[in-house]
C-alpha cells in the first residue's frame, strides 16, 4: 500500500469539510439558502469518504491504475499486442468497401445475363468465360410485377421501396 499509512488522512478530510462549510456559509449569504445547502453537502463528502473507508479504496485503486499504466507503457509485449490490435482494426475497414465492390460486382453480371440484348440475340455472356458466348433461348417478356417477384432473395436492394413509389407516381 505504497505511503497510504503515512499521510494523515483524518485531519486531510476534516480541513476540507471545515474549509467547505465556511464556504457554504458565504455562498448562503450571498445567494441564498439553497446554493448554501448545496455547497454544505458537498463538504460533508470528504469526511464522508473517509469515515466509510472510500478514501483508502480510492487510493488502492489509483495505486493499481498506476501500475498499470506503468507496465503498460515499459512492456514491449503490449505494445505487440497493440499493433496487432491496430492491424485487425485496419484490416476490418480495409474489408468494407472490398466486400461492398464484390457484391456490385455480382449484381452487374447478374444484370448482364438477365438482359437479353447483351451481345447477338438470342445469346448472352457465360459468367464463368469472358468474351465467350454461349447460345441460349431469349425468353418472353414477364410482366413488371412477375419480374419483380421473381428477383432473389439474397438480392439487396435498398432503393426498391423508392423506384416503385415514383412508378406508381408516373415518375421514372
Not at 58 to 83: N, P, T, Y
Request: aromatic share 6%; glycine share 12%.
Amino acid at each position: 500500500m505504497s505511503n497510504y499509512d503515512k499521510i494523515a488522512w483524518l485531519p486531510l478530510c476534516g480541513g476540507l469539510t471545515g474549509l467547505g462549510l465556511v464556504l457554504s456559509y458565504l455562498a448562503m449569504r450571498r445567494r441564498g439558502l439553497g446554493s448554501g445547502l448545496r455547497w454544505a453537502a458537498w463538504s460533508l463528502l470528504p469526511l464522508a469518504a473517509y469515515l466509510t473507508g472510500a478514501v483508502k479504496m480510492l487510493w488502492q485503486m489509483g495505486v493499481a491504475i498506476g501500475d498499470f499504466a506503468k507496465g503498460f507503457v515499459f512492456s514491449a509485449e503490449v505494445w505487440s499486442g497493440i499493433a496487432v490490435t491496430a492491424l485487425a482494426v485496419v484490416l476490418f475497414i480495409v474489408s468494407g468497401p472490398l466486400r461492398r465492390r464484390a457484391k456490385d460486382q455480382v449484381r452487374e453480371t447478374r444484370s448482364v445475363k438477365a438482359k437479353p440484348g447483351a451481345g447477338a440475340p438470342g445469346r448472352e455472356l457465360s459468367p464463368r468465360t469472358t468474351g465467350t458466348a454461349v447460345t441460349t433461348a431469349t425468353p418472353d417478356r414477364a410482366p413488371a410485377k412477375a419480374r419483380r417477384a421473381a428477383k432473389p432473395a439474397d438480392e439487396d436492394d435498398d432503393l426498391g421501396d423508392v423506384e416503385d413509389i415514383l412508378r406508381r407516381h408516373g415518375i421514372t
